[in-house]
């Protein structure tokens, strides 16, 4: 059974550097096909895909916060960990890590984790 | 404002059919990437209910359905139930932007 939770920083000021750590369990990201994805919410708001991360240590990102965001992973841990530079109060957000397979069910976001709620103030 | 368009929002009444569409470009949907549909019930996290356009997860009710042409993909759902009341987001992946691209929701109120 996959699950994620994601761990960090409930309020960080505006300036500051945002690092969200995501814990898995369930399978192993040097496994063929696997990713791990980062996706975020605003309150009230669509969701937004960030940034990616793949067996092969491939990385992703959306284009328009390319220059702030960074994905790296420890398989050793299992986990995957997300920075994002210079943070905002428009990136005030719940923040997802989610996971999929490029082999299962078409490469869908088949497991969600629980989010980290994350807001940006002074 | 997000690269897949969807209505803001539908509504139906129970037992009746409602449609969400997702209309995207063909650098998406139109080059024949896969959309995949989520459902978010007030305050949860998004749950997978159409995979590779018209694919249903095992426990997704066959109320759902999904199909894709040229540059959009609808989710429809049959027997409108009150459980059915939440966001719909379609998703797909876009070559020019090199990731994955997000509607902007749709909110399906139950009359």
């Known amino acids: 059974q996959v699950t994620l939770k994601e761990s960090g920083p409930a309020l960080v000021e505006p300036t500051q550097t945002l690092t969200l750590t995501c814990t898995f369990s369930?399978?192993?990201?040097?496994?063929?096909?696997?990713?791990v994805t980062w996706i975020r919410q605003p309150p009230g708001k669509a969701l937004e895909w960030l940034a990616r991360?793949?067996?092969?240590?491939?990385?992703f990102y959306t284009t328009s916060l390319k220059t702030r965001l960074t994905v790296s992973k420890d398989t050793s841990k299992n986990q995957v960990v997300l920075t994002m530079a210079n943070m905002d109060p428009v990136d005030t957000a719940t923040y997802y890590c989610?996971?999929?397979?490029?082999?299962?069910?078409?490469?869908?976001?088949?497991?969600w984790g629980q989010g980290a709620v994350v807001t940006v103030s002074s | 404002q997000s690269v897949l368009t969807q209505p803001p929002s539908v509504s139906g009444a129970p037992g009746q059919r409602v449609t969400i569409s997702c209309t995207g470009t063909?650098?998406?949907?139109?080059?024949?990437?896969?959309v995949h549909w989520y459902q978010q019930l007030p305050g949860t996290i998004p749950k997978v209910v159409m995979y590779?356009?018209?694919n249903r997860p095992s426990g997704v009710p066959d109320r759902f359905s999904g199909s894709k042409s040229g540059t959009s993909a609808s989710l429809a759902i049959t027997g409108l139930q009150t459980e059915d009341e939440a966001d719909y987001y379609c998703q797909s992946y876009d070559s020019s932007l090199r990731g994955s691209v997000f509607g902007g929701g749709t909110k399906l109120t139950v009359l």
């Open positions: 369930g399978f192993s990201l040097t496994t063929t096909g696997e990713r």
């Open positions: 991360i793949d067996w092969e240590d491939d990385k």
């Open positions: 989610v996971h999929s397979h490029r082999g299962k069910w078409r490469g869908c976001f088949d497991v």
């Open positions: 063909s650098s998406n949907i139109g080059a024949g990437y896969d």
């Open positions: 590779g356009n018209d």
